[in-house]
T-cell receptor, first 119, second 107 residues
Framework: EVQLLESGGDLVQPGGSLRLSCAAS????????MSWVRQAPGKGLEWVST??????????ADSVKGRFTISRDISKNTLYLQMNSLRAEDTAVYYC???????FGLGHWGQGTLVTVSS | EIVLTQSPATLSLSPGERATLSCRAS??????LAWYQQKPGQAPRLLIY???NRATGIPARFSGSGSGTDFTLTISSLEPEDFAVYYC?????????FGQGTKVEIK
């Protein structure tokens, strides 16, 4: 059974940094693309970033490019999102998701972790 | 960027009724469209991928159709657990985008 468990969400001041983690189990981690998707309070879903399986290409939404970095540790079956220069508009629940159809088809999701950017 | 427009924003129906949700893309996405269901306080769940393929474990009352720019999610007979928000998502072009959602509420 695929399981994705996010952690690291917290309250942080504008301009601050935070690292989110997603511990994966139940599948061969290196073989699948993994993504972060966020949802601001009361709003819809927004794609943030993807780390492809195998070759390890990365993709970022324009709204986070240059501020966020996606990475993975295969030895720990863990996906990360390093978030720098955080802004109030980054406040959201951040979901980790595993691709199951194509690079960006999200078949499995974690339960999410809340990031609040506020002074 | 491909914009996905979902309609209606809210659908008020009774259990047992048929629900028809629409997703229109600003440019063709071929068949690279998925549908997700989200209940309050929960993560989204994949229902349909590549326009018409049901994900594992999804009941047969959920079906998807369409290609190009116009897509439909149909719930043939609403069960109490189907009242939720539904999102479409395209993976044809980067950046990947979602629609704004359709809320299916109990009438």
């Amino acid at each position: 059974e695929v399981q994705l468990l996010e952690s690291g969400g917290d309250l942080v001041q504008p301009g601050g940094s935070l690292r989110l983690s997603c511990a994966a189990s139940g599948f061969t981690f290196n073989n699948y693309a993994m993504s972060w998707v966020r949802q601001a309070p009361g709003k819809g879903l927004e794609w943030v970033s993807t780390f492809s399986g195998g070759g390890g290409s990365t993709y970022y939404a324009d709204s986070v490019k240059g501020r966020f970095t996606i990475s993975r540790d295969i030895s720990k079956n863990t996906l990360y999102l390093q978030m720098n220069s955080l802004r109030a508009e980054d406040t959201a629940v951040y979901y980790c998701a595993k691709s199951s159809f194509g690079l960006f088809g999200l078949g499995h999701w974690g339960q999410g972790t809340l990031v609040t950017v506020s002074s | 960027e491909i914009v996905l427009t979902q309609s209606p924003a809210t659908l008020s129906l009774s259990p047992g009724e048929r629900a028809t949700l629409s997703c229109r893309a600003s440019h063709s996405v071929s068949s690279y469209l998925a549908w997700y269901q989200q209940k309050p306080g929960q993560a989204p769940r994949l229902l349909i991928y590549d326009a018409s393929n049901r994900a594992t474990g999804i009941p047969a009352r959920f079906s998807g159709s369409g290609s190009g720019t116009d897509f439909t999610l149909t719930i043939s007979s609403l069960e109490p657990e189907d009242f939720a928000v539904y999102y479409c998502q395209q993976r044809s072009n980067w950046p990947v985008t979602f629609g704004q959602g359709t809320k299916v509420e109990i009438k």
